[in-house]
Nanobody, 115 residues
Framework: QVQLVESGGGLVQAGGSLRLSCAASGSIFSFNVMRWYRQAPGKQREWVAALTSGRSTNYADSVKGRFAISRDNAENTVYLQMNSLTPEDTAVYYC?????????WGQGTQVTVSS
């Protein structure tokens, strides 16, 4: 069983940046898909970014060009670099790691962007 812990959220002004981290309690080498999601108050959880083991990345249109997902296998961590933040990015952000039959979620970290 692998536990995921997100960190790096907080309060930031519009136009600012944050880097979220998702640290796994064990090796992430076997996980071939990493994803970030977010859920704003009163809204459904939505997919934000994805990274495959082949280093292919995909982004939701709403964050394309502003967010970047990456992984560090040595640190067992996945990152989400968020730039040019807007109030519409305010949400709880969750990471997810999948591989084979495994599918793990973190507990979420709050990101609040003030105008």
């Amino acid at each position: 069983q692998v536990q995921l812990v997100e960190s790096g959220g907080g309060l930031v002004q519009a136009g600012g940046s944050l880097r979220l981290s998702c640290a796994a309690s064990g090796s992430i080498f076997s996980f071939n898909v990493m994803r970030w999601y977010r859920q704003a108050p009163g809204k459904q959880r939505e997919w934000v970014a994805a990274l495959t083991s082949g280093r292919s990345t995909n982004y939701a249109d709403s964050v394309k060009g502003r967010f970047a997902i990456s992984r560090d296998n040595a640190e067992n961590t996945v990152y989400l670099q968020m730039n040019s933040l807007t109030p519409e990015d305010t949400a709880v952000y969750y990471c997810r790691m999948m591989g084979g039959w495994s599918d793990y979620w973190g507990q979420g970290t709050q990101v609040t962007v003030s105008s």
